[in-house]
């Protein structure tokens, strides 16, 4: 077993929307990133690379490579799983927080954990995903930006 975690967190700059789990969520802002800026996806695959020992999102993903400008989180987290497979690793287990105080989330997050549960192959119940807010304190509270962190359990797999 490895157990591993992430963290991230985006500014906010003009926009119609925000990308959380893979899902697009109507908001008058959006998030200023080289990606989609999708937190929780990159907490839980900067998560999923430290478990295995592959370093961070940024290693593998550099916003100073074109290539990824823009790119949807989703497609990060599924080379992630990849690689993890071809190091004999599977994820069994995530839990994550988004720390937001707007847009509210809770109607969003079955939606989600359907998508992360689908990107990494694993059962639904294995993936929980919250929502919280930082009581108007700091930058969150502020609305400034969201923050996401992520645990995830590895195993590895039987030949």
Do not use: W
């Not at 200023?32 to 937190?39: E, F, I, T, Y």
């Not at 020992?53 to 990060?76: E, K, M, N, Q």
């Not at 004999?88 to 847009?103: H, M, N, Y």
């Amino acid at each position: 077993m490895r157990i591993g975690n992430g963290f991230d967190v985006h500014a906010f700059e003009a926009g119609d929307h925000v990308t959380l789990g893979g899902v697009r969520i109507p908001f008058d802002k959006g998030f200023r990133a080289h990606s989609d800026g999708d937190v929780l996806l990159h907490a839980i695959t900067d998560a999923l690379l430290g478990a295995a020992g592959l370093g961070d999102i940024g290693r593998h993903f550099p916003d100073t490579d074109a290539a990824y400008a823009d790119i949807d989180s989703r497609v990060l987290l599924r080379d992630v799983v990849v690689r993890l497979s071809d190091k004999g690793l599977s994820c069994i287990s995530v839990d994550a927080t988004v720390i937001a105080e707007r847009p509210k989330l809770g109607i969003h997050i079955d939606n989600m954990v359907q998508r992360i549960a689908a990107d990494l192959g694993m059962p639904l119940d294995r993936v929980n995903v919250k929502a919280t807010t930082s009581e108007t304190l700091g930058f969150c509270g502020r609305e400034e930006g969201i923050a996401a962190m992520a645990s995830v359990l590895l195993e590895e797999t039987q030949d």
